[in-house]
Nanobody
Framework: QVQLVESGGGLVQAGGSLGLSCVATGTINSIYNMGWYRQAPGKERELIAAMVTGGSAHYADSVKGRFTISRDNAKNAVYLEMTSLKSEDTGVYYC??????????????WGKGTLVTVSS
């Protein structure tokens, strides 16, 4: 069974930094895209950062210049380094990946989420 497991969430003061990690486990042939979504309180889940297999990255305007996404394809992992954190960065961060298995190609998987709380 393919699962995405996030870690690294917690409480951080505004202006601080925090790193998130996500590792995909299970029988995996390929991971096409990996990324991070955020669901802030009372808001819809939105794409924060994503990276294709080739390394091209996309960032939401709200985090551009502050967050950095990276991947370690050998470890089936994606990371998100967050700096200059703001209160509005508070939310549950979800790892997302499009994964091909032995039976299915390009299925969408989600982690359970990790909570990031930025205090003023």
């Amino acid at each position: 069974q393919v699962q995405l497991v996030e870690s690294g969430g917690g409480l951080v003061q505004a202006g601080g930094s925090l790193g998130l990690s996500c590792v995909a486990t299970g029988t995996i042939n390929s991971i096409y895209n990996m990324g991070w979504y955020r669901q802030a309180p009372g808001k819809e889940r939105e794409l924060i950062a994503a990276m294709v297999t080739g390394g091209s990255a996309h960032y939401a305007d709200s985090v551009k210049g502050r967050f950095t996404i990276s991947r370690d394809n050998a470890k089936n992992a994606v990371y998100l380094e967050m700096t200059s954190l703001k209160s509005e960065d508070t939310g549950v961060y979800y790892c997302n990946a499009a994964i091909a298995t032995n039976s299915f190609f390009g299925m969408d998987y989600w982690g359970k989420g990790t909570l990031v709380t930025v205090s003023s």
